[in-house]
């Protein structure tokens, strides 16, 4: 079983539209919960962390539901700008904090 | 700048070379990454150093072997490599503080390896 899930899509998607991905992780003792962002050929950059509160930031918003063991990510109103892979990042502690991704989930944004 | 910078961006190797990768980070943390990312696979740890602390994900090839001189060195010391290791290696570094990464990784630009 995989310990970090995403659909990979691609999520092909009209500017303006809301767009939800979730990811789901296998590690009932994970600790800290991440979005990243990557562009194509680029390196991945932290979106936002992830609070059990849930979390907001401009026309993103992320929750984690830990019964389920699943975290979610909204962009509302998308932008050309914001096509690239979102990657789910959970960490861990095996001695160290493990950070590890999922594939990622693919978003094209057409206008 | 960045602050974390990997040398060579692009390398092209033979399956008898001897190669390093070299990352540094100019960021202050104390902890450094090695990420494998392949086509359509997720970003798959290889090895973390934490503390002066190391720990490595058993799946990695002996033919892959790290060396963190210090908290803003890093390396990746390649030998004899096959072809499926043909990738995008990725360094990060981040902060741990009492024990706890404090999430954010930052990234180099990658390593992007060719094995002939």
């Known amino acids: 079983r995989k310990e970090v899930e995403q659909d990979p899509g691609p999520f092909n998607v009209p500017e303006g539209a809301t767009v939800a991905f979730n990811c789901t992780y296998s590690?009932?003792?994970?600790?800290?919960f991440f979005w990243y962002r990557q562009d194509c050929r680029k390196e991945p950059k932290l979106l936002m962390s992830?609070?059990?509160s849930g979390n907001e930031d401009g026309r993103f918003t992320a929750q984690l539901n830990r019964a389920s063991q699943y975290i979610s990510l909204l962009i509302r109103d998308s932008k050309l700008s914001d096509s690239a892979t979102y990657l789910c990042?959970?960490?861990?502690?095996?001695?160290?904090?493990?950070?590890?991704f999922g594939r990622g989930t693919s978003l094209i944004v057409h206008p | 700048e960045t602050g974390v910078t990997q040398t060579p961006r692009h390398l092209v190797m033979g399956m008898t070379n001897k190669k390093s990768l070299k990352c540094e980070q100019h960021?202050?943390?104390?902890?450094m990454y090695w990420y494998k990312q392949s086509a359509k696979k997720p970003l798959e740890l290889m090895f973390v150093?934490?503390?002066?602390?190391?720990?490595e994900n058993n799946s990695v090839p002996s033919r892959f072997s790290p060396e963190c001189p210090n908290s803003s060195h890093l390396f990746l010391h390649l030998h004899t490599l096959q072809p499926e290791d043909s990738a995008l290696y990725l360094c990060?570094?981040?902060?741990?503080?009492?024990?706890?990464?404090?999430?954010?990784?930052?990234f180099g630009e990658g390593s992007r390896l060719t094995v002939l």
């Open positions: 992830v609070y059990s």
């Open positions: 150093y934490s503390l002066e602390e190391r720990v």
């Open positions: 990060a570094s981040s902060q741990v503080l009492g024990g706890k990464n404090t999430g954010e990784l930052f």
């Open positions: 960021l202050g943390h104390n902890a």
């Open positions: 590690n009932s003792a994970s600790q800290s």
């Open positions: 990042v959970v960490t861990w502690r095996i001695g160290s904090y493990i950070p590890t």
